[in-house]
């Protein structure tokens, strides 16, 4: 995979945001570097430009809290990551990235050699200094992008939002946890069946690992607790979503009595990233 730290997309012009994050790790950089994020190919806008070699991954952003698009589009950038050297205790490495469209979906265009263990959609300001959201990682499976040719595109896929009022207010949540899970990072996600209708009564478990907190719909006694007392499985009513604070990377399962069944996906948290593990059931 040719290491660019953010690659120009030729699907648009130069955008308006005309600002390279300041997390970008600068380890990254080549002298190749651009100086600008690309405008994503948004709509059927023409924009006069030759379409880029690469295939491209789009959708919707979707806020945690809401379940509905950005508040404000505008100020968010869309980012294509390599995780694989997070494996070995490193960043993810950008791959492409563009501005999120002013209606809240998103296009990364010119992607190549997608890494076998997938691949994440992360959102994030376009300016770090003046933050809004967590920036957030949302997988993408090898299986739906590796036969991708030049000018073909994986469409129609959702990426989750945390903005970073509500990531405070998840942290203030986390009643066994010590560290500031903002900062450190949290793995959320949600729990469904072959249908994808969400699964209440499930629980996760990994090997001597995270902690899991499961969110309920009456925050009243706290967003993960009912009467006081933890809360240990999902809840349908509220998208079966539950969360670990600095989630290390481990093989996570996920279990309803055997109602369900769900593969085993390796997977953890990102220092400053809301990182989403989706369990889809099998049978």
Request: glycine share 12%; charged share 20%; proline share 4%.
């Amino acid at each position: 995979m040719k290491h660019m730290s953010i690659l120009l997309l030729a699907t648009g012009c130069l955008g308006t945001r005309d600002v390279v994050p300041d997390w970008l790790d600068e380890a990254q950089s080549t002298d190749e570097s651009v100086e600008a994020i690309a405008k994503a190919k948004c709509g059927d806008e023409d924009t006069g430009i030759e379409a880029a070699t690469g295939f491209a991954v789009s959708g919707t952003i979707e806020e945690l809290a809401t379940g509905e698009g950005p508040i404000d589009p505008t100020i968010l950038c869309a980012y294509a990551l390599d995780p694989t050297p997070v494996l070995s205790g490193g960043e993810p490495t950008v791959m492409a990235a563009s501005e999120v469209c002013d209606n809240g979906d998103y296009y990364v265009g010119g992607l190549s050699n997608p890494p076998s263990i997938g691949m994440f959609i992360s959102i994030a300001d376009c300016d770090a200094s003046a933050q809004t959201v967590m920036k957030s990682a949302t997988g993408v499976d090898f299986d739906d992008v590796k036969d991708l040719s030049d000018g073909e595109e994986f469409s129609g896929h959702t990426v989750y939002l945390v903005t970073l009022e509500y990531g405070n207010v998840i942290n203030d949540n986390f009643s066994d946890y010590d560290g500031d899970a903002v900062t450190a990072g949290f793995m959320a996600g949600f729990v469904m069946d072959v249908d994808d209708a969400y699964v209440g009564g499930a629980s996760l478990s990994c090997t001597g690992c995270a902690d899991f907190y499961y969110l309920d719909g009456d925050t009243d006694d706290g967003m993960f607790a009912t009467g006081g007392t933890r809360n240990s499985a999902t809840d349908e009513t509220v998208r079966a979503v539950f969360f670990a604070p600095g989630a290390p990377i481990f093989t996570y399962k996920a279990n309803d009595g055997g109602a369900h069944t769900w593969d085993p996906q390796l997977f953890g948290s990102l220092p400053g990233y809301a990182s989403f593990l989706l369990f889809s059931a099998i049978n």
